[in-house]
C-alpha cells in the first residue's frame, strides 16, 4: 500500500508509465506520467481510471484527483478524455465536467454532429453566469464556407438563451472525440 508523498510504480509495460499519489490541499492527486510513446487515447483512459480506482480503494475517505501526462507535460484532448475526479462522500468517479454540473446535449445535421455544453461560473464566483460551447464534428474537412455558415446556424440556435456562445468547428469520428481535430482558421 503506498502511503501519501509516496510513489506507487504500476507498469505492465516496462518503462512506459508510473503511478504517483501526492496530497494537496487536504485532497489527494493521482498522476499517471507517462514516458517514451503514448498509448492509443483509449489506453491511456482505461490506465488512469483503472489507477484512480486503486487510488480509492487505498483512500476511500479521500477526494482524489486523476489526471495524466507524458513527462512533465499535461496530456491535449486529443491524447485522452481528461481528468477523472473521486469524491469519497458519494464514492464515485467522474468527469471534471460531470462533477462541476456541466449539461452536455448531441445533435446531428445531414452534414455534420453537434455538441453542446452549458458550463457556469463555480458556486461562490460572482456575478455568477453562463456559457455555451458547441463544437461542430465534420467526418472530413468541409470548405470555410461550409464551416463558417454551421457556426453561424448552431450560434443562432444557442443565442436564442442569451448566453455567449463559443463554437469550433473540428474533424474527426463523433464517436471518438479524441480524434476530434479543430479547423485552422
Not at 38 to 50: H, N, S, T, W
Not at 53 to 68: F, Y
Not at 104 to 120: G, M, Q, W
Not at 142 to 147: G, Y
Request: charged share 25%; proline share 6%; net charge neutral.
Amino acid at each position: 500500500m503506498c502511503a501519501v508523498g509516496c510513489t506507487q510504480r504500476s507498469t505492465p509495460e516496462p518503462g512506459n508509465y508510473h503511478v504517483e499519489i501526492r496530497e494537496s490541499g487536504g485532497s489527494l492527486v493521482c498522476e499517471v506520467v507517462f514516458s517514451g510513446k503514448l498509448p492509443q487515447p483509449e489506453a491511456v483512459d482505461k490506465i488512469v481510471r483503472q489507477s484512480l480506482e486503486d487510488a480509492a480503494r487505498k483512500n476511500p475517505t479521500k477526494d482524489i484527483l486523476g489526471a495524466a501526462f507524458l513527462g512533465d507535460e499535461n496530456l491535449t484532448d486529443n491524447q485522452y478524455s481528461g481528468m477523472l475526479i473521486y469524491t469519497a462522500a458519494t464514492k464515485k468517479i467522474q468527469t471534471v465536467d460531470e462533477y462541476h454540473g456541466v449539461k452536455r446535449s448531441t445533435s446531428a445535421t445531414p452534414a455534420y454532429f453537434v455538441e453542446t455544453k452549458e458550463d457556469h461560473t463555480y458556486p461562490g464566483i460572482t456575478p455568477a453566469r453562463k456559457w455555451r460551447s458547441v463544437t461542430i464534428v465534420y467526418p472530413k474537412a468541409p470548405s470555410r464556407t461550409a464551416a463558417y455558415d454551421a457556426i453561424f446556424a448552431e450560434i443562432q440556435k444557442a443565442a436564442a438563451r442569451g448566453l455567449d456562445v463559443n463554437a469550433y468547428v473540428t474533424v474527426g469520428d463523433k464517436n471518438v472525440p479524441t480524434s476530434w481535430e479543430q479547423m485552422r482558421d
